[in-house]
Nanobody
Framework: QVQLVESGGGLVQPGGSLTLSCAASDSSIGAMGWFRQAPGKQRELAAAITYSGKTNYAEAVKGRFTISRDNAKNTAYLQMNNLQPEDTAVYFC?????????????WGQGTQVTVSS
């Protein structure tokens, strides 16, 4: 099964920026996405990107976050600008792992993003 390695989380002041990375151990992946889960809340989609580069964003992050991917490196990125305290959450990478009989959703371990002054 594909393994995901996430990096780039941390503490940032309001208005600051962070870039998250998600590297997959296998190239048999389709769509990649970033979800986030704040304390006491359900996990929600932040942004997603198809293999061909079509993107989808949650309304709350549109205009501030940019998702991209490098298919040669099996890696997705989430550039987050103008971060606000409400963006504080654990961010999880998710990929569609494609195998002979179908596909399955695979999750990373999560990386903490804290926006605070």
């Amino acid at each position: 099964q594909v393994q995901l390695v996430e990096s780039g989380g941390g503490l940032v002041q309001p208005g600051g920026s962070l870039t998250l990375s998600c590297a997959a151990s296998d190239s048999s992946i389709g769509a990649m996405g970033w979800f986030r889960q704040a304390p006491g809340k359900q996990r929600e989609l932040a942004a997603a990107i198809t293999y061909s580069g079509k993107t989808n964003y949650a309304e709350a992050v549109k205009g501030r976050f940019t998702i991209s991917r490098d298919n040669a490196k099996n890696t997705a990125y989430l550039q987050m600008n103008n971060l606000q305290p409400e963006d504080t959450a654990v961010y999880f990478c998710n990929v569609d792992y494609i195998y002979a009989w179908g596909s399955k959703s695979v999750w990373g371990q999560g990386t903490q993003v804290t926006v605070s002054s």
